[in-house]
């Protein structure tokens, strides 16, 4: 049993799951390993899914400001209208969260997202998922059994390693580590994380495919290796399951949007080698990073689901001063917050410590950003900006 500010909690009473049907093209290779013909598997995430920030209070404790923990929440539902929202993410200071936090946290969000449920349509369903990462593989179990137990829908997860120094983790003890959890979850959703610049592991293509293969939960990854567009069709061409049993979700604060997602899959993409080969390239899912304006993201994948790709690549490249300048090691979370707190979200863009505040020089930046976007036109950053007022602001700035 597990206890949060005077409530006990016991195991398996808040797990719940919404699925779908995975079916598995036949393969002489690893037959043995695959699931079977339309065997009932967790959920695909598609969409767009902003991993949010922690807000702090400025105290000595640096404390979490719960109330707007719960009104970014909120905002990103009702107003944003994105598909749901990751929490306790690398951006969301997971390392500087105990784990009694974290739990206060996944409870917090599940209150939040459940106070309407009831009134929300199915097709409008949207969905918590955790990031649970930690070096212990112990640890990482405990930690996605606890969010799964109070009600989250899926829980991200990254290999590890002692410290960027360390030998590589052997296939099977990634293999091993999230068939451990596949087991401990088998109602949840896993999604792998795919960011070696931050966990240090570095995944080889068969290794991924192999795993959203033969592991039932893991049906969705967040691809963050570069180059990502070689990556992703490389998946795909290596995938020996249907395209519509899996998905990939475009991370790296969209850095790479342009690429992943807001190309036509109908055309190929040539590379220039001694022979030269033809491949056709499909976009991506979506979404699952975290950006100030996820609404630019949603508008992306609108364009590119009515076949857009122009318009697509327009929008990216035009609001691409906003993704750099988020993108920057060293204060680009700082700055995140700082959007947040201009758009109402957050009462303080404090980070906690040992992270870096916004400096006098990209404080000034940033808000001249803001100003040529959007105050210069009037337009209210405070909610959510229409698609209209998007491009607009685009054509004019």
């Given at each position: 049993?597990?206890?949060?500010?005077?409530?006990?909690?016991?195991?398996?009473?808040f797990?719940?799951?919404?699925t779908?049907?995975r079916?598995?093209?036949?393969?002489?290779?690893?037959?043995?390993?695959?699931?079977s013909?339309n065997?009932?598997?967790?959920?695909?995430l598609?969409?767009?899914?902003?991993?949010l920030?922690?807000p702090?209070n400025?105290?000595?404790?640096?404390?979490?400001?719960?109330?707007?923990?719960?009104k970014?929440?909120s905002?990103?539902?009702?107003?944003?209208?994105?598909?749901g929202?990751?929490?306790?993410?690398?951006l969301?200071?997971?390392n500087?969260?105990?784990?009694?936090?974290?739990?206060?946290?996944?409870?917090?969000?599940?209150?939040?997202n459940r106070?309407?449920?009831?009134?929300?349509p199915?097709?409008?369903?949207?969905?918590i998922?955790?990031?649970?990462?930690?070096?212990?593989t112990?640890?990482t179990?405990?930690?996605?059994?606890?969010?799964?137990?109070i009600?989250?829908d899926?829980v991200?997860?990254?290999?590890?390693k002692?410290?960027l120094?360390?030998?590589q983790?052997?296939e099977?003890?990634?293999i091993?580590?999230?068939?451990?959890?596949?087991?401990?979850?088998?109602?949840?959703?896993?999604?792998?994380?795919?960011?070696?610049?931050?966990?240090?592991?570095?995944?080889?293509?068969?290794?991924m495919?192999r795993?959203?293969?033969?592991?039932?939960?893991?049906?969705?990854?967040?691809?963050?290796s570069?180059?990502?567009?070689?990556?992703i069709?490389?998946?795909?061409?290596?995938?020996?399951?249907?395209?519509?049993?899996?998905?990939?979700l475009?991370?790296?604060?969209?850095l790479?949007a342009?690429?992943?997602?807001c190309?036509d899959p109908?055309?190929n993409?040539?590379?220039?080698s001694?022979?030269?080969?033809v491949?056709?390239?499909?976009?991506t899912?979506?979404?699952?990073?975290?950006?100030?304006?996820p609404?630019v993201l949603?508008?992306?994948?609108?364009?590119?689901n009515?076949?857009?790709?122009?318009e697509?690549r327009?929008?990216?490249?035009?609001?691409?001063?906003?993704?750099?300048?988020?993108?920057?090691?060293?204060?680009?979370?700082?700055?995140?917050k700082?959007?947040y707190?201009?758009?109402?979200?957050?009462?303080?863009?404090?980070?906690?410590?040992?992270?870096k505040s916004l400096?006098?020089?990209?404080?000034?930046?940033?808000?001249?950003?803001?100003?040529?976007?959007?105050s210069?036109?009037?337009?209210d950053i405070?909610k959510?900006?229409?698609?209209?007022q998007?491009?607009?602001?685009v054509?004019?700035s």
């Open positions: 049993m597990r206890k949060i500010r005077g409530k006990i909690y016991v195991p398996g009473r797990l719940h799951s919404t779908t049907t079916t598995v093209k036949s393969s002489s290779k690893d037959s043995n390993k695959l699931p013909q065997q009932v598997h967790p959920k695909l598609r969409g767009v899914y902003p991993v920030i922690t702090f400025p105290d000595k404790r640096e404390s979490i400001d719960l109330d707007s923990f719960r970014c929440l905002f990103m539902k009702h107003e944003i209208k994105c598909q929202v990751t929490i306790t993410g690398v969301g200071e997971a500087r969260l105990t784990d009694f936090e974290k739990q206060i946290l996944i409870q917090a969000a599940v209150e939040e106070k309407d449920s009831s009134s929300t199915s097709n409008q369903q949207f969905d998922c955790v990031g649970v990462a930690h070096l212990g112990a640890a179990i405990d930690l996605c059994q606890m969010a799964a137990e009600g989250a899926s991200m997860v990254s290999p590890s002692d410290s120094s360390a030998p983790p052997s099977e003890s990634i091993s580590l999230f068939e451990s959890i596949s087991d401990a979850c088998p109602t949840t959703t896993i999604v792998l994380q795919d960011l070696p610049s931050v966990s240090g592991v570095h995944m080889s293509m068969d290794l495919v795993m959203v293969t033969e592991i039932p939960q893991l049906t969705t990854v967040k691809l963050e570069t180059p990502t567009i070689t990556r069709a490389n998946f795909h061409a290596m995938s020996t399951i249907d395209r519509n049993s899996y998905s990939i475009t991370g790296l604060g969209a790479y342009g690429f992943d997602l190309h109908t055309t993409v040539v590379s220039i001694k022979s030269i080969d491949v056709p390239i499909r976009p899912d979506g979404f699952m990073t975290g950006f100030a304006f609404e949603l508008e992306m994948m609108h364009l590119v009515r076949h857009q790709y122009g697509a327009h929008l990216y490249q035009s609001y691409l001063p906003f993704i750099v300048l988020e993108q920057q090691p060293g204060e680009g979370l700082a700055l995140r700082e959007i707190r201009k758009r109402g979200l957050i009462t303080s863009s404090h980070v906690r410590q040992p992270g400096s006098a020089a990209l404080r000034t930046t940033t808000e001249s950003l803001l100003e040529r976007f959007f210069s036109r009037n337009v405070e959510a900006v229409p698609s209209e998007l491009v607009s602001c054509n004019e």
